[in-house]
């Protein structure tokens, strides 16, 4: 896979997404890729070179629809540091053009004055990890954030268009009334768009993981007690129920167009690239995935290279594939009756699951309580997942020296 190539030859819109690695605290929970510093040179030496990669993105000119500050904690770069990355990606795109440009926050790193500074850069919706209100899940997890000190920042957020709430259940402490009156608490902030995500507890692969004591964590048979429950209030809340797990207002862009990245669900489009360390992106036939090592980074956009480590090409069924699992995902329904006989092994399968999923002439819908499940729906044409042997994808040099 040739990533140049890529870029030159696809001319639709994409999302933009940066991945600031840096967090001034770690919270126990988190499986993201990140480095725990405070000290401003090395985030400045970051940022140097954040920007050059972002120089090599510049001749191609892509068409850029939507972005996404993302991290990491893009909110722990100071004003000057912000202004400074804005004003290089102006050059690529009017920042002020986007349709949407979001930033996650984190209430910790932020003081007086911080908000209106981002929306003067062009930040139109802003997103908070909350995760839990409870004191005792907050000290658990190492995320000490009181529901005061997220109302006081959110006394700035006639800035935006939108603010959206992520929130975590299976954490550790947690119990079924404590998410109840986490939930209480975050309708009476009033979020237009959140996000319901299950913990993953991996501390196989995030050795900081091992701080959280396993006994601490809720049953599995309580968490899709937690899902439920967590879901009814919301929808009673008056917030509608879209895609996998995400729920928003009715004045909420998502609640009128819903499509799907690498990085969820989103109003925009489909097409993303990606930059800084891990970011993903996925455009055209092609997956790609940057470096996680920092000094890899550097190294290659200083020799004038995107920092790509590995990619895959799309074949015609991959991407068959996933329009069907993103319609599933999005739509909760697929429409399978132009596909001829091609998937008739997943009917036969999926039509042995009455409870989960309705089909008539073809078209598939999912149930309510299907939509609980709805991975497991989806795993049913995720051929990679379920046939590995014959979908083994090698990792492979590319070709990512810039034009």
């Known amino acids: 896979m040739d990533y140049v190539a890529a870029l030159k030859h696809f001319d639709g819109p994409r999302h933009l997404y940066l991945h600031i690695p840096f967090c001034a605290k770690l919270c126990h929970y988190c499986i993201c890729n990140i480095s ?53 990606l102006n050059k690529l795109v009017p920042l002020k053009s986007l349709s949407e440009v979001a930033m996650e926050i984190d209430p910790r790193t932020v003081k007086k004055g911080d908000l209106e500074h981002y929306a003067s850069e062009g930040v139109n919706r802003i997103s908070f990890g909350v995760q839990d209100f409870d004191p005792d899940v907050q000290l658990a997890i190492n995320r000490v954030q009181p529901f005061e000190m997220v109302e006081e920042v959110l006394e700035d957020r006639h800035f935006f268009k939108g603010v959206n709430f992520d929130l975590l259940y299976g954490l550790p402490k947690q ?12 309708i009476q902030l009033n979020p237009e768009r959140i996000t319901l995500l299950k913990y993953c507890h991996a501390p196989e692969l995030r050795r900081h993981m091992k701080l959280i004591k396993e006994a601490d964590l809720p049953s599995p048979d309580e968490l899709p ?3 439920v429950t967590m879901t009814e209030k919301l929808v009673e809340a008056g917030y509608q129920w879209v895609g996998l797990d ?20 989103s109003s925009g489009t489909t097409e993303m690239i990606g930059l800084g360390p891990t970011s993903t992106g996925v455009f055209g036939t092609i997956y ?11 190294n ?14 799309m074949s015609a069924d991959d991407l068959m594939r996933r329009g069907v699992i993103f319609s599933l995902l999005c739509h909760q329904r697929v429409d399978l009756s132009g596909y001829g006989d091609y998937f008739d092994r997943e009917l036969e399968i999926l039509s042995g699951m009455p409870e989960l999923i309705r089909i008539e002439r073809g078209l598939v819908t999912v149930t309510g309580y299907g939509r609980v499940l709805l991975r497991n729906i989806c795993k049913v044409f995720d ?9 083994r994808i090698a990792q492979r040099t590319i070709t990512r020296r810039a034009a």
């Open 288 to 298: 790609c995935q940057n470096t996680y090592d920092l000094a890899e980074y550097y």
């Open 175 to 186: 119990t079924l009334e404590t998410v109840e009156k986490t939930l209480t608490q975050v």
């Open 225 to 227: 007690v937690m899902f």
């Open 383 to 391: 051929v990679k997942d379920t046939q590995p042997e014959h979908y």
């Open 36 to 88: 725990i510093t405070n000290d401003r040179a090395k985030i400045q030496f970051f940022l140097d070179h954040l920007l050059k990669e972002i120089d090599l993105l510049r001749p191609f000119h892509p068409q850029i629809r939507d972005l996404h500050f993302g991290g990491g904690t893009p909110s722990h770069l100071d004003r000057t540091q912000f202004s400074q990355l804005c004003a290089s």
């Open 300 to 313: 290659a956009v200083n020799r004038g290279e995107f920092p790509i480590l590995r990619g895959y090409r």
């Open 246 to 265: 995400h729920f928003c207002l009715s004045t909420d862009s998502l609640s009128k167009k819903i499509g799907r990245t690498f990085n969820g669900f």
